[in-house]
């Protein structure tokens, strides 16, 4: 394989003239550059990356752990990810934790080798449930910075990218408030999750706010029959208004209605967190929290190649960016 050394032989320049004209240094002029880019495509050129990283103790990759590949809002995340890593000339290598706690762990540890410079993270279920922290702490104390998006440990000092879950529900529940609902319900199959907490929250605020309702709040566990679960909270409760903290929930809510003869908005309104892609797989379509998935990854990486390149500033200096919804009114609500 061809090195620097050989191609800059060739050309009669430095070895120095050849690794900033294939970096697009200013220092260089156009025309070498085309002349440098040109014979590296002829002798089809690769920078040998590991030798690279040694030199400069950088990998340029970032480590991605995610708890759940098959979830539609993560999937968009780790596009953005992977989308303004590119554009800031990273790679990544992504890790799924499966929603364990030692799956997790496992990959911390695995990437922690040298392999990355940092990570992105979202914290797995049974992490949260556990709140166990340690192994994040311990990766920022080997100088593996890490930036939380999502679902986040309020414990771990470090970079995090959320968005408004509070304010979000709190607005979408004053709606049907507007609406004049008598009897606004909350679904839930996210309750142990930090943004689950931060959405019941806004829900129970909103309602107490309005003065003439009590919460009415409904929790599902991945083992119980969601579809029956919602079907009897409907009916128990009267529900002419709906906020669920996720979207199947919110497309649930409105099969459920019609099914039991409730006309969608007319007799009840149902809003969910959704990205369009969901909100279309129900008739009429489900008026969602839009979280912009694709946003809240793009400035993970920016905060993380920030930490990077300042190195020196530490642990109290860490930021929390907060990616404002949009509300996306659609057939479920008047």
Excluded: W
Aim: aromatic content about 6%; glycine content about 6%.
């Amino acid at each position: 394989m061809v090195t620097l050394k050989q191609l800059a032989k060739e050309l009669n320049v430095s070895i120095s003239t050849v690794s900033k004209a294939l970096n697009n240094s200013e220092e260089i002029g156009e025309d070498t550059i085309k002349r440098v880019k040109e014979l590296a495509e002829l002798y089809n050129y690769k920078p040998n990356k590991v030798a690279l990283s040694l030199k400069q103790n950088k990998t340029k990759t970032i480590g991605v752990i995610i708890p759940d590949i098959l979830n539609h809002f993560l999937a968009k995340v780790l596009f953005g990810i992977e989308r303004e890593a590119a554009m800031h000339g990273y790679n990544i290598i992504t890790c799924i934790s499966n929603e364990s706690l030692d799956k997790e762990k496992e990959s911390l540890q695995l990437l922690a080798n040298g392999s990355v410079d940092g990570f992105i993270l979202s914290l797995a279920q049974e992490t949260q449930i556990k709140n166990e922290v340690a192994h994040f702490k311990k990766a920022i104390g080997q100088g593996l910075p890490i930036v939380m998006f999502d679902r986040v440990a309020n414990d771990v000092l470090c970079d995090k990218v959320i968005v408004d879950d509070f304010d979000a529900v709190y607005n979408a529940t004053k709606e049907l408030l507007l609406e004049r609902r008598k009897n606004i319900g909350f679904i839930s199959t996210i309750d142990d999750l930090s943004v689950g907490k931060l959405r019941e929250r806004g829900y129970n605020k909103a309602i107490l706010d309005g003065g003439n309702q009590k919460p009415m709040v409904l929790r599902i566990s991945k083992m119980e029959d969601s579809q029956l679960k919602i079907k009897t909270f409907i009916e128990n409760n009267h529900i002419d208004g709906v906020l669920a903290a996720d979207s199947a929930s919110g497309v649930i809510a409105i099969n459920i209605a019609i099914s039991i003869g409730l006309n969608v908005p007319k007799d009840i309104s149902v809003i969910g967190f959704s990205s369009k892609y969901i909100s279309n797989h129900s008739v009429p379509r489900l008026t969602s929290i839009r979280q912009h998935a694709k946003d809240i990854g793009a400035n993970a990486v920016q905060l993380l190649i920030k930490r990077l390149q300042h190195k020196n500033v530490f642990d109290n200096d860490v930021s929390t960016r907060i990616i404002k919804t949009s509300f996306i009114k659609n057939g479920s609500t008047l």
